[in-house]
């Protein structure tokens, strides 16, 4: 792929290194972006402050900075800890990311791994954070993260099931569970007729785009569903242990999973890295100018900080649910309304 | 706004009655969790030893004197000036409330009343004082639930109280403006119109916080229905403040006793609740801020001109004799029993805090509730805890 | 001034007589009789009243169930010794100062070296009442914990601070101070370590402000 854009041959362990570097760039970069322009600065104009100004022009190096004191800083664990499991538990919960980001399309050769069974991959792979978070919290040895962690058990856990059923709607409507199609069935589609800017599911699939986003603020435990952290009443639920770089591996993860769901969001009901208004026709991915693998990511970008922003205004928004409250919420609301969805679609789908 | 009915009432009641007292010896199994004392949620150095059954409360006692600092005892050593810049500190966010009482007790054991402009500027600053205590309250009972925005929206608005207090006193926490006869000083020019600008703001203030934290679904969820107190347990337990009058209670010391305050030269209604839950707390507070506004704004405009010290002697004696007063402090019911011998300082000053009482109910009432309802209790009951150890 | 103690009223010459305290105390009196030993009224301010110790619970039953004192404001106890160490401001090179050492109690008096205090409020009627008794020499007396709950806390304290023991009350032990502490902070025999440990300085010269004369008449 590079090489055709390149017109240069390149030797295949040549592409394998070029892939290695493209996926951890595009796993710290989403991690970054969300970090300094949500965190540091959003954040901090929706609670009338600045943010970090003093690092770099604007707190623009803050994010430096803030790698730097993490990594200088002293790796304790605690005495009666499980080694082992303490110290491979944040791998794991950087790991799903990993798994998650190669399945997502970025251009139309611009992707890792064309699944076939895109979508089942990326919903079953995003559990592999739950083992992680367990792992976690029981390792610390310590009252605060076992509770953080069995709440986060359950939590994430029960949040899997409205994710899989809000997906399913698109999965309907655009007839494959293939990402690379589901892009190209949005662009190719028309909305009574006009074709400016494709078919992208969220208008059809508004209630399934809500659901989704409610279960992804679950699954990556930010507020109103972040009782495993839980601030101020277990200090830092199953990451109070951790200090140096395997925090910094958690905080990665963290925003880094929450960039990777977006990108998943974007691809699944704002039409992936697709633009609007574009020159050349949409009838198969052959179709499509090989210009969109450079420009592609920037879309996906774009539209992934969209996204991205909708999950973080509502962390900063909105106190925590208790942890009953939170399963209610799950099984009562959220599972209902997305079979409700399902149903929908599906007959909709047949009449039109 | 739905109100918790009899019947919930009586089986909390009930059970609350039905195991009366848990032997500590006889607990075999569950969790022991520490709260505190190092811990983001107790407002200071308050340790909960909770006793739990995997999420559930089976006991918790609150373990205090963390921040002992023996006041009574150092009260017996110091001259009456003295006192006054000592019991500043002992509820630190409404300080120039602490030393009022204490000022009044002195003032009617000497027979003297100060003049009425400063009567009606220490009732001004009292007020402050509350809105600063309580506005800080609002914002950081956001915290307490999860909401990290309001707690900025509060310290930036409670700024310009502090700044009023500044200007006026000198120092932004602890005045130690009130002397025995009077105040130190009489107010800077301008101090008048600064005020009533920063009490508009503060309206405001409170409007966006109902807007944000009140309003939301997910904090009425978190506190509707949360730890009850009935009428009859929060006045044997001396529940005071706005704790009582959220359990129905209508009791304000501003109104009921006669003082010699500025309280009944304006026009202001006390505010209860029927429900006595968490939010029922929460709800009675902000309207509390509000009408404090309101008093400091009709205080502004009806200032008395004259002086502000009445005749003392430098040196003062307090004759001899005993005198208890208190008054509706930001956290509650505060008062100082002052026994006097005749000397410079007091003989025995006894100071009844507010947050004391507050708390002893703690373990009656979080027997049952779940881990995350024990910060919603707390941060509802609100406690400084200079005010619970002095 | 006023008065130390007396029975009845006692009133400073302009104010009238407070018929609600008065009212107060006959009615207490009609139902303890003469377990009530002193009172002491300033009308249109406070009332305290000492009983016997022996019905110090009885007391609080009445108040609570007769007189609808519902609401519990604290208990305390002090302690009337003067201190030998005065007010900490002696210079420890200087001889040791002659100091009056008589215990005087204040008002409605007594006889014992510790009085328990406390004090009744009634929501409805918004007055309260102090109350004071002897503690005898067996420094215990009965618990007010099975009639007001929130005296639990109260008596904790007062046991750690004045080493009075309450019969009935069922989790006697330190509110503040360490399991392992020795003695009672608040009697007066008990130095106060701070000065024991550094010595008064002395008073300080204190220059008059600028402005004002340094006589004994304090300005504006």
């Known amino acids: 792929m590079i090489g055709s854009l390149l017109s240069v041959d390149i030797p295949y362990w040549g592409q394998s290194l070029l892939r290695a570097l493209g996926g951890a760039v595009a796993v710290l970069l989403p991690a970054g972006t969300i970090v300094y322009v949500f965190l540091f600065k959003m954040m901090s104009f929706m609670q009338s402050r600045l943010g970090p100004m003093e690092a770099g022009p604007f707190g623009s190096l803050q994010l430096v900075a803030e790698v730097g004191k993490w990594l200088q800083k002293e790796d304790l664990h605690p005495e009666r800890a499980d080694r082992f499991l303490f110290k491979s538990a944040p791998l794991v919960v950087l790991l799903s990311t990993f798994f998650l980001v190669v399945a997502v399309p970025f251009g139309p050769d611009a992707i890792f791994t064309d699944f076939e069974n895109g979508v089942l991959y990326v919903l079953a792979v995003s559990s592999i954070s739950v083992i992680g978070i367990l792992m976690a919290g029981w390792a610390s040895a310590n009252k605060y993260s076992l509770l953080g962690g069995l709440r986060a058990a359950g939590q994430l856990i029960a949040y899997e099931l409205p994710m899989v059923l809000a997906v399913i709607g698109v999965v309907i409507q655009a007839g494959t569970m293939n990402l690379q199609s589901i892009v190209v069935e949005q662009n190719r589609g028309e909305i009574f007729g006009w074709s400016g800017i494709g078919n992208p599911y969220i208008l059809t699939q508004f209630v399934g785009f809500l659901v989704f986003m409610i279960a992804v603020q679950a699954e990556l435990t930010q507020a109103p569903f972040d009782m495993p952290i839980a601030e101020s009443e277990l200090v830092a639920g199953y990451m109070t242990e951790y200090s140096g770089f395997r925090f910094l591996i958690f905080f990665i993860a963290e925003f880094a999973t929450a960039g990777v769901f977006s990108l998943i969001a974007s691809t699944m009901f704002l039409g992936g890295w697709g633009l609007p208004w574009s020159w050349f026709d949409w009838n198969s991915l052959d179709d499509v100018h090989s210009v969109m693998n450079i420009v592609g990511p920037l879309i996906m970008v774009t539209k992934m900080m969209l996204v ?45 | 706004m739905t109100m918790i009915d009899e019947r919930r009432q009586l089986s909390y009641i009930a059970a609350q009655a039905a195991d009366a007292r848990v032997n500590v010896e006889l607990e075999t199994e569950g969790m ?80 003297i009343e100060a003049p009425p402009r400063a009567q009606h500027i220490r009732t001004i600053l009292f007020e402050l004082s509350r809105i600063a205590n309580v506005g800080l309250f609002l914002g950081d009972l956001g915290v307490q639930l999860g909401a990290i925005t309001p707690v900025f929206l509060a310290f930036r608005d409670r700024e310009y109280v ?22 130190k000083d009489d107010l800077p020019k301008g101090w008048l119109d600064d005020t009533r600008a920063a009490m508009v703001k503060l309206r405001r203030f409170c409007d966006e916080i109902e807007d944000l934290l009140f309003g939301n679904e997910i904090f009425q969820s978190r506190t509707r229905g949360i730890g009850i107190i009935p009428k009859e347990i929060a006045l044997q337990y001396g529940l005071s403040g706005a704790n009582l009058r959220a359990s129905g209670v209508d009791w304000d010391l501003r109104r009921d006793q006669t003082l010699p305050m500025a309280w009944n030269k304006a026009d202001w209604k006390v505010w209860t609740h029927p429900d006595g839950d968490c939010f029922a707390r929460c709800w009675v507070r902000l309207q509390e801020v509000r009408e404090s506004t309101k008093i400091v704004e009709q205080l502004c405009d009806t200032i008395p001109s004259g002086p502000v010290m009445a005749k003392v002697p430098r040196i003062i004696k307090v004759p001899e004799g005993e005198a208890w007063v208190s ?49 919603t209790i707390l941060a509802s009951l609100y406690f400084i805890l200079g005010d619970i150890d002095r | 001034m006023s008065p130390l103690s007396s029975t009845g009223e006692t009133a400073t010459a302009e104010l009238g007589s407070d ?10 009196r009609a139902s303890i009789g003469d377990a009530l030993e002193a009172s002491h009224l300033v009308p249109g301010s406070d009332v305290w009243v000492r009983v016997r110790p022996d019905a110090w619970r009885t007391t609080a039953m009445v108040l609570r169930n007769e007189l609808d004192m519902d609401y519990f404001c604290y208990l305390s106890a002090i302690d009337w010794m003067p201190s030998p160490y005065g007010r900490g401001e002696d210079d420890p090179s200087a001889e040791p100062v002659e100091r009056d050492d008589s215990i005087r109690q204040g008002y409605t008096g007594g006889s014992s070296r510790f009085q328990m205090l406390a004090r009744l409020v009634s929501s409805t009627q918004h007055v309260g009442i102090n109350l004071k008794a002897d503690v005898p020499d067996s420094l215990s007396i009965e618990s007010w914990v099975p009639v007001y709950a929130g005296a639990n806390w109260h008596e904790r304290e007062t046991w750690e601070m004045f080493g009075i023991t309450f019969a009935g009350h069922p989790d006697l032990r330190h509110m503040y101070l360490p399991s392992e502490f020795e003695g009672f902070p608040l009697r007066k025999d008990f130095p106060l370590l701070a000065r024991m440990v550094k010595p008064w300085p002395g008073i300080v010269d204190v220059e008059p402000m600028p402005g004002v004369a340094s006589d004994d008449e304090g300005g504006e």
């Not at chain 1, 399963?327 to 399902?342: E, H, R, S, T």
């Not at chain 2, 340790?47 to 205090?64: F, T, Y």
């Not at chain 2, 410079?344 to 009656?364: D, E, L, M, Q, Y």
Request: proline share 6%; aromatic share 10%.
């Open chain 3, 19 to 28: 018929h609600l305290r008065e009212a107060l105390v006959d009615r207490l």
């Open chain 2, 327 to 375: 008054t509706e402090n930001p956290l509650g019911e505060m008062g100082y029993y002052v026994v006097s011998k005749g000397d410079t300082g007091p003989f025995r000053v006894k100071i009844r805090s507010a947050s004391f009482n507050n708390i002893s109910i703690t373990p009656w009432l979080l027997k049952g509730v779940l881990v995350p309802d024990i910060i």
């Open chain 2, 32 to 111: 022991t969790l520490n709260i505190g004392p190092q811990h983001p949620a107790t407002h200071g150095t308050l340790r909960i030893i909770a006793r739990l059954d995997g999420e559930q409360v089976v006991w918790a006692e609150p373990s205090a004197g963390y921040m002992h600092r023996g006041y009574e005892k150092l009260t017996e050593v110091r001259s009456f000036p003295q006192v006054t810049a000592l019991i500043n500190r002992i509820d630190w966010l409404g300080s120039f409330a602490n030393e009022v009482p204490f000022i009044l007790a002195a003032e009617r054991l000497m027979e």
């Open chain 1, 308 to 352: 991205a922003f909708l999950i973080m205004w509502a962390r900063f928004s909105y106190p925590r649910f208790r942890e009953d409250q939170l399963q209610k919420f799950a099984w009562k609301v959220l599972i209902p309304v997305a079979l409700l969805n399902i149903a929908v679609t599906s007959i909709l789908k047949v009449a039109f």
């Open chain 2, 162 to 183: 502090l700044n009023l207090i500044e200007a006026a006193t000198g120092g932004r926490f602890h005045p130690n403006f009130d002397r025995i006869g009077g105040l």
